[in-house]
């Protein structure tokens, strides 16, 4: 069974940092692409960013030029720092995996998997 694992949220005030992790475990063949998603009260759940196999990322607009992904693709972790936060920048994190358990492809393709999130909150 594959497990995402978040850690890092918790309270900081306006304009400072924060490191998010997240390890997968499991019996994992690979993991095409890892990355960040949020959701704020009352919002939809949307992208924070994301990272490729192949190492092509993707950010949100709201994030360019503040938030930084990283994978350690050796130990299934991804990372996000995340600098000059800001209020907005509340909401649930949810780490999010495009993994694939092997076997035969069209039998058993690869499939979504989800952290259970962690809180991040800002203060102004």
């Known amino acids: 069974q594959v497990r995402l694992v978040e850690s890092g949220g918790g309270l900081v005030q306006a304009g400072g940092s924060l490191r998010l992790s997240c390890v997968a475990t499991?019996?994992?063949?690979?993991?095409?692409?890892m990355g960040w998603y949020r959701q704020a009260p009352g919002k939809q759940r949307e992208l924070v960013a994301v990272a490729t196999s192949d190492d092509r990322i993707t950010y949100a607009d709201s994030v360019k030029g503040r938030f930084t992904i990283s994978r350690d693709k050796a130990k299934d972790t991804v990372f996000l720092q995340m600098n000059r936060l800001k209020p907005e920048d509340t909401g649930v994190y949810y780490c999010?995996?495009?993994?694939?358990?092997?076997?035969?492809?069209?039998?058993?393709?690869?499939?979504?998997?989800w952290g259970q999130g962690t809180q991040v909150t800002v203060s102004s």
């Open positions: 999010y995996g495009d993994i694939w358990l092997g076997g035969d492809y069209e039998v058993a393709p690869d499939d979504d998997y």
């Open positions: 499991g019996r994992i063949f690979a993991i095409n692409s």
